[in-house]
C-alpha cells in the first residue's frame, strides 16, 4: 500500500511539473488593405434634342441622331468592374414661353465601354431598366444616353429641360 501511495505522489508531482512547465506561445500577424483610385464621372456633352417640331417623335440613340447622345466618362481603377444606374425623367419641363408645360421622354438607350464611341466598340444596355456594369480600361470609359421625345400637335413652343442623374459605384470585384 505504501508503494503504492507513493508511486501515487510521484505521478502527480510528475503531473504538476510537466503542466507547470508548458507555456503559451503567441504570434502576430498583420492586417493590410489598399484603397483604390476614387471614381471620377464627368458629363461630356448633354442629350441635345436641338429642334423638335408638334407632333414628331424625335429619337436620339446610337442607331440614329448618335452624335446627339449624351455623354459621360468614368475613370477609376484601371480593370475595376463599376455599376452605373440612372435617375431618369418622365417628362421635361418647360421654362420661359413653355413654362408650365411638359414633354414626353421615354425609350430610353444607351451605350458604354472603354473606347466606344456612340453606337460602336461598347455595349449596349437600357438605362431606364436596371443597373449595368461597366469594365474600367487604363483610360475612362464612355456611357452614352439618348432617348425618345414626343411632342403633341398642340405643345407649346419654347425650351423643355430635365436632369438626368447616373450614380456610379465599384462593384467589389
Do not use: C, E
Not at 492586417?31 to 464627368?42: G, I
Not at 475595376?80 to 421615354?106: C, E, H, K, M, R
Not at 469594365?135 to 403633341?152: D, E, I, R, Y
Request: aromatic letters at 8%.
Amino acid at each position: 500500500m505504501r508503494n503504492h501511495l507513493v508511486r501515487l505522489s510521484l505521478v502527480a508531482v510528475a503531473a504538476m511539473t510537466l503542466s507547470g512547465s508548458a507555456q503559451a506561445q503567441t504570434t502576430n500577424m498583420s492586417a493590410t488593405a489598399t484603397v483604390v483610385t476614387p471614381l471620377t464621372v464627368t458629363k461630356v456633352t448633354d442629350l441635345a434634342y436641338g429642334t423638335v417640331y408638334p407632333g414628331l417623335d424625335k429619337i436620339i440613340s446610337g442607331a440614329s441622331n448618335s452624335t446627339l447622345m449624351g455623354k459621360f466618362t468614368v475613370a477609376g481603377y484601371s480593370t475595376a468592374t463599376v455599376y452605373i444606374s440612372f435617375t431618369l425623367p418622365a417628362n421635361l419641363a418647360g421654362s420661359g414661353s413653355s413654362a408650365g408645360q411638359s414633354l414626353l421622354i421615354d425609350t430610353w438607350n444607351g451605350y458604354q465601354g472603354v473606347g466606344a464611341t456612340q453606337n460602336t466598340g461598347g455595349t449596349a444596355f437600357t438605362p431606364s431598366v436596371s443597373t449595368s456594369s461597366v469594365l474600367l480600361g487604363a483610360s475612362a470609359s464612355n456611357v452614352f444616353v439618348g432617348a425618345s421625345v414626343h411632342p403633341t400637335y398642340t405643345q407649346v413652343a419654347g425650351p423643355y429641360t430635365g436632369t438626368i442623374v447616373m450614380t456610379t459605384v465599384y462593384s467589389g470585384s
